[in-house]
T-cell receptor
Protein backbone atom coordinates (compact mmCIF):
# COMPACT_ATOMS: atom_id res chain seq x y z
CA UNK A 1 0.00 0.00 0.00
CA UNK A 2 1.32 3.41 -1.01
CA UNK A 3 1.69 5.51 2.09
CA UNK A 4 3.57 8.06 4.13
CA UNK A 5 4.33 6.93 7.66
CA UNK A 6 5.36 8.98 10.66
CA UNK A 7 6.65 7.94 14.05
CA UNK A 8 5.86 8.48 16.78
CA UNK A 9 2.20 9.42 16.41
CA UNK A 10 2.11 10.99 19.87
CA UNK A 11 4.95 12.36 21.94
CA UNK A 12 5.12 14.25 25.21
CA UNK A 13 8.55 15.58 26.09
CA UNK A 14 10.24 18.26 28.15
CA UNK A 15 11.97 21.45 27.15
CA UNK A 16 15.47 20.94 25.81
CA UNK A 17 15.36 17.18 25.26
CA UNK A 18 16.36 16.45 21.68
CA UNK A 19 13.90 14.46 19.63
CA UNK A 20 13.44 13.14 16.12
CA UNK A 21 10.19 12.53 14.27
CA UNK A 22 10.67 10.08 11.44
CA UNK A 23 8.93 10.20 8.08
CA UNK A 24 9.09 7.52 5.43
CA UNK A 25 7.36 7.06 2.08
CA UNK A 26 7.24 4.01 -0.15
CA UNK A 27 6.18 5.71 -3.39
CA UNK A 28 9.63 6.69 -4.66
CA UNK A 29 8.65 10.33 -4.38
CA UNK A 30 11.34 12.93 -4.88
CA UNK A 31 9.68 15.77 -3.01
CA UNK A 32 9.08 15.67 0.74
CA UNK A 33 7.99 18.32 3.16
CA UNK A 34 7.20 18.99 6.81
CA UNK A 35 4.29 21.12 8.03
CA UNK A 36 3.02 22.12 11.41
CA UNK A 37 -0.64 22.73 12.14
CA UNK A 38 -1.77 25.10 14.86
CA UNK A 39 -5.32 26.16 15.73
CA UNK A 40 -6.45 29.15 13.70
CA UNK A 41 -3.29 29.15 11.59
CA UNK A 42 -3.83 26.28 9.19
CA UNK A 43 -0.75 24.40 8.04
CA UNK A 44 2.61 26.07 7.63
CA UNK A 45 5.64 24.62 5.93
CA UNK A 46 8.74 24.03 8.05
CA UNK A 47 11.23 22.49 5.59
CA UNK A 48 11.12 20.75 2.27
CA UNK A 49 13.38 18.58 0.17
CA UNK A 50 13.47 18.36 -3.60
CA UNK A 51 15.63 15.24 -3.61
CA UNK A 52 18.36 13.43 -1.71
CA UNK A 53 20.76 15.87 -0.03
CA UNK A 54 18.66 18.86 -1.21
CA UNK A 55 16.73 20.63 1.53
CA UNK A 56 15.49 24.16 2.04
CA UNK A 57 13.63 26.27 4.56
CA UNK A 58 9.91 26.84 4.48
CA UNK A 59 8.00 29.54 6.33
CA UNK A 60 8.72 28.53 9.92
CA UNK A 61 12.12 26.72 10.06
CA UNK A 62 13.39 28.17 13.34
CA UNK A 63 14.16 25.49 15.92
CA UNK A 64 14.04 22.61 13.43
CA UNK A 65 16.52 20.63 11.39
CA UNK A 66 16.02 18.06 8.65
CA UNK A 67 18.13 15.68 6.63
CA UNK A 68 17.55 13.71 3.44
CA UNK A 69 20.17 11.00 3.18
CA UNK A 70 17.87 8.53 1.50
CA UNK A 71 15.04 9.16 -0.90
CA UNK A 72 12.40 7.49 1.23
CA UNK A 73 13.22 9.12 4.60
CA UNK A 74 12.96 12.72 5.77
CA UNK A 75 13.33 13.02 9.56
CA UNK A 76 12.46 16.18 11.46
CA UNK A 77 14.85 17.00 14.30
CA UNK A 78 14.18 19.28 17.23
CA UNK A 79 17.56 19.86 18.87
CA UNK A 80 16.20 21.74 21.89
CA UNK A 81 12.41 21.67 21.89
CA UNK A 82 10.47 24.52 23.46
CA UNK A 83 6.79 24.79 24.45
CA UNK A 84 6.02 26.92 21.39
CA UNK A 85 6.82 23.86 19.28
CA UNK A 86 3.84 22.04 20.71
CA UNK A 87 1.86 21.31 17.59
CA UNK A 88 0.53 18.74 15.16
CA UNK A 89 3.18 17.85 12.59
CA UNK A 90 2.62 16.43 9.13
CA UNK A 91 5.04 14.96 6.67
CA UNK A 92 4.03 14.99 3.02
CA UNK A 93 5.49 13.68 -0.22
CA UNK A 94 4.88 13.99 -3.94
CA UNK A 95 6.41 12.70 -7.13
CA UNK A 96 7.70 16.16 -7.94
CA UNK A 97 7.11 19.61 -6.55
CA UNK A 98 4.21 20.17 -8.96
CA UNK A 99 2.35 16.99 -8.12
CA UNK A 100 -0.27 16.36 -5.48
CA UNK A 101 1.16 15.98 -2.00
CA UNK A 102 0.18 12.98 0.08
CA UNK A 103 0.22 13.38 3.82
CA UNK A 104 1.28 11.15 6.66
CA UNK A 105 -1.05 10.53 9.62
CA UNK A 106 0.41 13.32 11.74
CA UNK A 107 2.45 13.47 14.95
CA UNK A 108 0.99 15.20 17.99
CA UNK A 109 3.90 16.74 19.93
CA UNK A 110 3.60 18.30 23.36
CA UNK A 111 6.60 20.06 24.88
CA UNK A 112 6.27 20.75 28.59
CA UNK B 1 3.58 36.08 -1.51
CA UNK B 2 0.55 34.00 -2.17
CA UNK B 3 -2.23 33.93 0.37
CA UNK B 4 -5.33 31.79 0.72
CA UNK B 5 -8.43 32.98 2.55
CA UNK B 6 -11.31 30.89 3.79
CA UNK B 7 -13.86 33.35 5.09
CA UNK B 8 -16.15 30.80 6.77
CA UNK B 9 -14.61 29.40 9.97
CA UNK B 10 -17.63 27.13 10.43
CA UNK B 11 -20.47 25.85 8.27
CA UNK B 12 -23.29 23.41 8.84
CA UNK B 13 -25.50 21.44 6.50
CA UNK B 14 -28.35 18.98 6.79
CA UNK B 15 -27.68 15.46 5.70
CA UNK B 16 -28.51 14.93 2.01
CA UNK B 17 -28.38 18.64 1.25
CA UNK B 18 -25.79 20.69 -0.60
CA UNK B 19 -23.21 23.02 0.90
CA UNK B 20 -20.60 25.32 -0.64
CA UNK B 21 -17.34 26.24 1.05
CA UNK B 22 -15.61 29.43 -0.07
CA UNK B 23 -11.97 30.02 -0.84
CA UNK B 24 -10.22 32.99 -2.37
CA UNK B 25 -6.54 33.38 -3.07
CA UNK B 26 -4.11 36.04 -4.05
CA UNK B 27 -1.39 35.49 -6.63
CA UNK B 28 0.29 37.27 -9.49
CA UNK B 29 1.01 34.02 -11.30
CA UNK B 30 -0.99 32.65 -14.20
CA UNK B 31 -0.23 28.96 -13.75
CA UNK B 32 -0.76 27.17 -10.47
CA UNK B 33 -2.65 24.39 -8.73
CA UNK B 34 -5.48 24.54 -6.24
CA UNK B 35 -6.56 21.85 -3.82
CA UNK B 36 -9.17 21.03 -1.26
CA UNK B 37 -8.08 18.80 1.59
CA UNK B 38 -10.36 17.20 4.17
CA UNK B 39 -9.25 16.62 7.74
CA UNK B 40 -11.65 14.40 9.70
CA UNK B 41 -11.38 13.94 13.48
CA UNK B 42 -8.66 11.34 12.86
CA UNK B 43 -6.46 14.29 11.79
CA UNK B 44 -5.45 12.61 8.56
CA UNK B 45 -5.15 15.05 5.64
CA UNK B 46 -7.07 13.63 2.70
CA UNK B 47 -7.02 15.09 -0.79
CA UNK B 48 -10.57 15.83 -1.95
CA UNK B 49 -10.05 17.51 -5.28
CA UNK B 50 -7.40 19.21 -7.39
CA UNK B 51 -7.68 21.90 -10.06
CA UNK B 52 -5.05 23.05 -12.54
CA UNK B 53 -5.35 26.75 -13.26
CA UNK B 54 -4.81 26.30 -16.99
CA UNK B 55 -7.90 24.11 -17.22
CA UNK B 56 -11.14 26.00 -17.64
CA UNK B 57 -13.26 22.97 -16.81
CA UNK B 58 -14.17 22.65 -13.17
CA UNK B 59 -12.89 19.51 -11.46
CA UNK B 60 -15.34 16.99 -10.05
CA UNK B 61 -14.95 13.92 -7.87
CA UNK B 62 -18.21 12.10 -7.25
CA UNK B 63 -20.24 14.33 -4.88
CA UNK B 64 -17.51 16.97 -4.74
CA UNK B 65 -17.11 19.68 -7.34
CA UNK B 66 -15.46 23.04 -7.54
CA UNK B 67 -16.38 26.39 -8.99
CA UNK B 68 -13.10 27.80 -10.22
CA UNK B 69 -13.25 31.47 -11.18
CA UNK B 70 -9.73 32.39 -12.25
CA UNK B 71 -10.33 36.08 -12.86
CA UNK B 72 -11.99 36.45 -9.48
CA UNK B 73 -9.36 34.21 -7.83
CA UNK B 74 -12.09 32.15 -6.29
CA UNK B 75 -12.14 28.38 -5.74
CA UNK B 76 -15.23 27.16 -3.92
CA UNK B 77 -16.04 23.55 -3.04
CA UNK B 78 -19.54 22.19 -3.45
CA UNK B 79 -20.55 19.05 -1.59
CA UNK B 80 -23.75 17.48 -2.87
CA UNK B 81 -25.91 14.98 -1.01
CA UNK B 82 -23.97 15.62 2.19
CA UNK B 83 -23.25 12.61 4.37
CA UNK B 84 -22.38 12.33 8.05
CA UNK B 85 -18.90 11.22 7.04
CA UNK B 86 -18.31 14.56 5.32
CA UNK B 87 -18.07 16.26 8.71
CA UNK B 88 -14.50 17.53 8.94
CA UNK B 89 -12.20 20.51 8.62
CA UNK B 90 -11.73 21.51 5.01
CA UNK B 91 -8.62 23.29 3.86
CA UNK B 92 -8.13 25.12 0.61
CA UNK B 93 -4.53 25.16 -0.64
CA UNK B 94 -2.53 26.83 -3.39
CA UNK B 95 0.64 25.65 -5.05
CA UNK B 96 2.70 27.51 -7.62
CA UNK B 97 3.77 25.71 -10.77
CA UNK B 98 7.10 27.54 -10.76
CA UNK B 99 10.24 25.91 -9.50
CA UNK B 100 11.46 27.54 -6.31
CA UNK B 101 7.92 27.84 -4.92
CA UNK B 102 7.39 24.33 -3.79
CA UNK B 103 5.22 24.74 -0.76
CA UNK B 104 1.51 24.38 -0.36
CA UNK B 105 -0.06 27.55 1.01
CA UNK B 106 -3.07 26.71 3.13
CA UNK B 107 -6.08 28.65 4.24
CA UNK B 108 -7.06 28.50 7.91
CA UNK B 109 -9.82 26.02 7.29
CA UNK B 110 -13.59 25.68 7.50
CA UNK B 111 -15.16 23.33 10.00
CA UNK B 112 -18.12 21.54 8.42
CA UNK B 113 -20.81 20.02 10.60
CA UNK B 114 -23.35 17.65 9.05
CA UNK B 115 -26.64 17.43 10.94
CA UNK B 116 -28.72 14.25 10.73
Amino acid sequence: EAQVTQNPRYLITVTGKKLTVTCSQNMNHEYMSWYRQDPGLGLRQIYYSMNVEVTDKGDVPEGYKVSRKEKRNFPLILESPSPNQTSLYFCASSLSFADTQYFGPGTRLTVL
Amino acid sequence: AQTVTQSQPEMSVQEAETVTLSCTYDTSESDYYLFWYKQPPSRQMILVIRQEAYKQQNATENRFSVNFQKAAKSFSLKISDSQLGDAAMYFCAYRSSKGGSEKLVFGKGTKLTVNP
